[in-house]
Nanobody, 114 residues
Framework: QVQLVESGGGLVQAGGSLRLSCVVS????????MGWYRQAPGNQREVVAT???????YYVDHALGRFTISRDNAKNTVYLQMNSLKPEDTAVYYC????????WGQGTQVAVSS
C-alpha cells in the first residue's frame, strides 16, 4: 500500500520561505513522476509542480520562479522549496504520483500572512 507523508508546512509572513517534504513508501518511487498539489478553502485541488522520474520539472504559472521541486530517490522523498510566499499560497499542500495517483495523504498546511 502506497503511503504519502507530507511535512514542513507552517505559518509564515508574506515574502517568507518554506520547504515541504513528502516521504513515499510502498511503491517504486524512482520510477514515477511526482507532483505537489494544493487545495485552498472552497477550491478544488490543483497541481503546483511536477517532476519526472528523470528530474525534469514543470511548474504552473504562479509557481514559476518562486517554487522549486526536487526529489531524492535514495530517500524516497520529493521536496518543494517555496520562496517569496504570498497570502494566496495559503492552502493544504499534498504530494502524489502524477499517474496513476494513489490515496492522498493528510497534507501539510501552509498559511501565509500579509
Amino acid at each position: 500500500q502506497v503511503q504519502l507523508v507530507e511535512s514542513g508546512g507552517g505559518l509564515v509572513q508574506a515574502g517568507g520561505s518554506l520547504r515541504l517534504s513528502c516521504v513515499v513508501s510502498g511503491t517504486i518511487f524512482s520510477g514515477h513522476a511526482m507532483g505537489w498539489y494544493r487545495q485552498a478553502p472552497g477550491n478544488q485541488r490543483e497541481v503546483v509542480a511536477t517532476i519526472s522520474s528523470g528530474g525534469n520539472a514543470y511548474y504552473v504559472d504562479h509557481a514559476l520562479g518562486r517554487f522549486t521541486i526536487s526529489r531524492d530517490n535514495a530517500k524516497n522523498t520529493v521536496y518543494l522549496q517555496m520562496n517569496s510566499l504570498k497570502p494566496e499560497d495559503t492552502a493544504v499542500y499534498y504530494c502524489n504520483r502524477v499517474s496513476p495517483q494513489t490515496n492522498w495523504g493528510q497534507g501539510t498546511q501552509v498559511a501565509v500572512s500579509s
